[in-house]
């Protein structure tokens, strides 16, 4: 266990790098962050949710971020994020918000969805967190990070 409720297995899974036979084995400077990524925002999130949380995307390795064309800057390729989707009654835009009221974060981006319900969540942390929110849309088939209101 990295944290109260994470493996690192549970925060490096990748269906598409094991389909790709890609590696996804953090460095342990990346170990580390995903530790103090799953203990201070992660754990929170699930005894808040009593688990009804669901982690689609943690740790991505260069390969694998190129893979599913990542940012070259992401977040995850360090480490340092998560994407979450509520499980059962649990709605993504509860976990926003959640996060936003209550949790110490970098970034917290709504990702797509419409204006009432985000596709999923991305949430990171650093050591120096920026407490940036940021709506992710598609436009002209890019996509736009713009701040969140």
Known sequence: ??????????????????????????TPQHEAAL???AENVLDKI???????????????SE?????VKGSLTSQHSKGEAADLTGIGKVKNADIFNFIKENVDFDQLI???G???????????????NR????????????TIYTPYR
């Open 46 to 60: 699930y005894d808040h949710f009593k688990r009804n949380v669901n982690i689609t995307s943690g740790y991505r």
């Open 110 to 112: 709504w990702e797509f």
């Open 63 to 67: 390969a694998l971020n190129k893979a």
């Open 114 to 128: 419409n204006s009432t319900e985000p596709d999923w969540v991305h949430v990171s942390y650093k050591a120096l």
């Open 131 to 142: 407490r940036q929110i940021l709506k992710a849309i598609k436009e002209g088939g890019k």
């Open 1 to 26: 266990m990295i944290s109260k409720y994470f493996t690192l297995d549970d925060l490096t899974r990748s269906a598409t790098a094991k389909r790709l036979g890609l590696s996804n084995v953090p």
């Open 35 to 37: 530790k103090t990524l």
